[in-house]
């Protein structure tokens, strides 16, 4: 067992100390929000994820204000927002390697430019890029695909790839390790404006999008994840990550023509289905970027509530209160009241178990228009619903 210090309580941060914890070590975890952390030692989580609040409530983690230095590890999980260009803030990242004791080792799990750590003074500096995905974080830190760890100390490299336990690593140097997390998200990103404009030819040539990405995940090339049209991507990484890619690519002169296309595309992609979108009275399913999760960062769903105008409501299973001006119900039932259309933009599962027939009859004009394609399209038509989709030319599904 280690004594593990985690700088940061936010989503990544709490992750790892609640999973580190469970791995059987010993865990300190820091963060300068002291509200927040007086919350934390009293078992309340703000996070809506699986399993983590009760990782939490099961081990003995010290939640502080003072930072920790009697530690072996240091891992540093503080934001790393993006500015105007694209480019990463380092300041808390900074202000913690500042701090670190020369003995211990300096994990950076925060998502770092390419080329950070080479320009960090502290002799045992690990890269570590973390790649939880939101909904299923806790399950991806204890039975990762991988774990990526790089440094030009190969010693701390796998002492760190050793806290994970037996599980498959990569082992790396530094500049690597910071350029593969953002490729996989980036190559992700493209990934998703590829079936996103792919569904938009669907719907003008007649073509199924279903039929169309049933064909493509067979082919073990191309592989079944991330094709699934939908409002755009978002979240708290894809649209960080690329800017950030881009922002590096362009300071070693690259031209990276293939990511800045995605990017475009995806911009299109939430103008494109604002457009969809006609009434007054606009009712929205799903706020949060992902089912899974309270998450609101640079949500699609929040980006195309933007572009609309009228009476705007929303239902959310993860979010109670009013979101940019957006009044937040809380039930479907009462959403649908006089609305003259419904908007599924986040792929929970109950969404598709929706009473369709008791919804309609509250509607103004029952019209659906479902961009996650989740909803049982014939039971929505039989409840007297005007089906909108996307890559169906005519809502078929």
């Keep these: 067992m280690h004594r593990i210090g985690v700088v940061g309580a936010g989503y990544v941060g709490l992750t790892t100390a609640a999973c580190l914890a469970h791995l059987g070590h010993d865990v300190v975890c820091a ?9 934390l030692r009293r078992n309340e989580v ?5 399993g983590l609040a009760e990782l939490l409530e099961q081990h003995d983690i010290e939640f502080t204000t003072v930072f920790p230095r009697d530690v072996d590890f240091l891992f540093v999980c503080v934001p790393t927002p993006a500015g105007e260009r694209g480019e990463a803030d380092l300041t808390a990242v900074h202000d913690v390697v500042a701090q670190v004791p020369e003995n211990t080792v300096l994990v950076l799990k925060s998502t770092v430019p390419v080329g950070t750590a080479r320009g960090i003074a502290h002799q045992q500096t690990v890269s570590n890029p973390e790649f939880l995905r939101e909904g299923h974080a806790v399950e991806d830190f204890l039975r990762p695909q991988r774990v990526v760890v790089g440094s030009a100390d190969l010693d701390a ?7 994970y336990g037996d599980v498959p690593v990569v082992l790396t140097d530094n500049t690597t390790a910071e350029l593969i997390k953002y490729a996989c998200n980036s190559f992700l ?16 040539v007649g073509a199924d999008i279903d039929g169309v990405t049933e064909g493509m995940r067979l082919d073990e090339r191309i592989g079944a994840a991330f094709l699934q049209p939908g409002p755009g991507w978002g979240g708290s990484c894809l649209p960080k990550d690329t800017r950030a890619l881009l922002s590096t690519a362009r300071e070693q002169d690259v031209e990276f023509a293939t990511l800045r296309a995605a990017v475009d595309t995806n911009d299109h992609q939430v103008r494109r289905i604002a457009e969809k979108i006609e009434g007054d ?3 929205l399913l799903g706020l949060t970027f992902k089912a899974g999760t309270n998450d609101l960062r640079d949500s699609p769903a929040l980006a195309i509530a933007r572009l609309l105008d009228g009476d705007i409501r929303a239902y959310d299973p993860a979010i109670s209160q009013e979101v940019d001006g957006i009044t937040v119900v809380g039930t479907p039932e009462e959403l649908a009241d006089g609305r003259d259309v419904l908007v599924v933009l986040t792929e929970w599962p109950e969404f598709a178990e929706l009473d369709w027939p008791a919804l309609a009859g509250r509607m103004a004009t029952p019209v659906l228009v479902d961009t996650r394609g ?5 039971k929505v038509r039989e409840a007297g619903f005007r089906l909108v989709s996307v890559g169906r030319p005519d809502g078929r599904r």
Aim: charged share 35%; net charge negative.
């Design 281 to 283: 009275r606009i009712g």
């Design 374 to 378: 989740v909803v049982p399209a014939d």
């Design 157 to 163: 490299a796998r002492r760190v790839a050793a806290l």
């Design 189 to 204: 990103a493209v990934k998703l404006s590829f079936v996103n404009t792919l569904a938009e030819l669907c719907e003008r």
């Design 31 to 39: 963060d300068v929000d002291d509200a927040k952390v007086g919350r």
């Design 46 to 50: 703000d996070l809506v994820e699986p």
